[in-house]
Structures are given as structure tokens and as C-alpha cells.
């Protein structure tokens, strides 16, 4: 399987609990972007990252919310703490040049459940 | 501020009726503007890339357009298969908008 990898397809936490959402990106892809993604709502940017770089994390939380990609291994959203309101679609895209206009392929996403 | 809007929200179509789904767009420094299909419970599935206004992609039955403000995706003699929604996007510098996407129908 070429595309985006995401795992897990569905996690559910109790409120207080940490969230790790992992993201594998596309074979030749340096770049990823994190998006959440609320019922009736349209995909919201969170975060742009390199290998061991952010490059924008314009549209992440202040609070609870931080997002890596380290030199070996998938990028890691890790939500702290978690609310209800953290319940969501979290979608990684991926990308393949950092330059120009950047077509992204999107993961099958994680479906965050908070009891 | 940048904003994607796309219209309408919803659309039914009865199988070979075409019809046309809009992007309209306000953002500063458009690298370029992207069309997904993303079916329930999966992730967007790119369509297009439209770089500049008068440029035309097209791909079996959908047909994408851009001019400097807006973007239409046609879809020629639709097929229930085609049932999706469809969101467009514009990318800036870092940043990538989503509109909320156009929920199409297509009744055999």
C-alpha cells in the first residue's frame, strides 16, 4: 500500500486521557499536514510539518496539542488531556515538493471518540 | 480574511442530468486551488489542481475550471457512483483552506 498510512481507524478515550494519532506518509513524501474535521464543517488546518521541522502551527490549540515528525518513524498528533470537544475526524496529508503549489493525498483518517 | 465558500451544500441529481458545483475563493497569493471527492467515512480523494485562471482539467465525467475568483466543477451525465462530497481547496504560502464541501446526490 502506497497511499497515507493512519493508525488507529477509530480510538475512543475517557476525558483526561492522552490521544496519539499516528501518520505515515505517502513513499517520497517529506512533507505532512494535519487537519481535524468536525460533523456539517469543513476541514480545518492544524499543522505543517517536515522531517524534524514545523512549519506552520498556525491552526493547532495553544493548549493540549502537539504534533512531530521526527527523522525515523510516522508523524505523531498527541492531544492531552483530552474533551469532548476533541472528538473528531483527525485527517494527515502528505506531500511531495516544499516548494510551489503542493498537492496533498490524505490519509484514511482516525475517528477520536472521548467518552 | 481567507475563505473558501462552496455552493450549494447540497445537490440531487436524477442519473445523466449535469449540473455544476462552485468554489468561490478570497485569499491572497493563491499557489493554487484543488478539488477532492471524499466518501462517508474516508479520507479526500484528490481530483485536480488548477494553477491559474483559465485553466481546464478534466477527468471522465468531471470537468474543473478556474478564473480569478472562482472555480466550477461540472460533472457531465453523472452516474450514482458519483454520489460524493465534494470539497475544494486553495493553498497560500503554508496554508491550505477547505471550503465545507458540496453533497451530491445522484437518484438512478
Not at chain 2, 450514482?80 to 470539497?87: C, I, K, R, V
Request: some cysteine; aromatic content about 10%; hydrophobic content about 30%.
Amino acid at each position: 500500500n502506497a497511499g497515507v498510512m493512519q493508525n488507529p481507524r477509530h480510538l475512543v478515550r475517557r476525558r483526561g486521557q492522552e490521544a496519539r494519532l499516528r501518520c505515515s506518509p505517502m513513499k517520497g513524501h517529506s512533507h505532512v499536514y494535519w487537519y481535524r474535521q468536525l460533523p456539517e464543517e469543513g476541514l480545518k488546518f492544524m499543522v505543517y510539518l517536515q522531517k524534524e521541522n514545523i512549519i506552520d502551527e498556525s491552526g493547532m490549540p495553544k493548549e493540549r496539542f502537539s504534533a512531530e515528525f521526527p527523522k525515523e518513524g510516522p508523524s505523531i498528533l498527541r492531544i492531552q488531556q483530552v474533551v469532548r470537544g476533541d472528538s473528531a475526524a483527525y485527517f494527515c496529508a502528505s506531500s511531495r515538493s516544499e516548494r510551489g503549489t503542493r498537492e496533498q493525498f490524505f490519509g484514511p483518517g482516525t475517528r477520536l471518540t472521548v467518552l | 480574511e481567507d475563505q473558501v465558500t462552496q455552493s450549494p451544500e447540497a445537490l440531487r441529481l436524477q442519473e445523466g442530468e449535469s449540473s455544476s458545483l462552485n468554489c468561490s475563493y478570497t485569499v491572497s497569493g493563491l499557489r493554487g486551488l484543488f478539488w477532492y471527492r471524499q466518501d462517508p467515512g474516508k479520507g479526500p480523494e484528490f481530483l485536480f489542481t488548477l494553477y491559474s485562471a483559465g485553466e481546464e482539467k478534466e477527468k471522465e465525467r468531471l470537468k474543473a475550471t478556474l478564473t480569478k475568483k472562482e472555480s466550477f466543477l461540472h460533472i457531465t451525465a453523472p452516474k450514482p457512483e458519483d454520489s460524493a462530497t465534494y470539497l475544494c481547496a486553495v493553498q497560500t504560502r503554508n496554508q491550505f483552506y477547505f471550503g465545507t464541501g458540496t453533497s451530491l446526490t445522484v437518484i438512478p
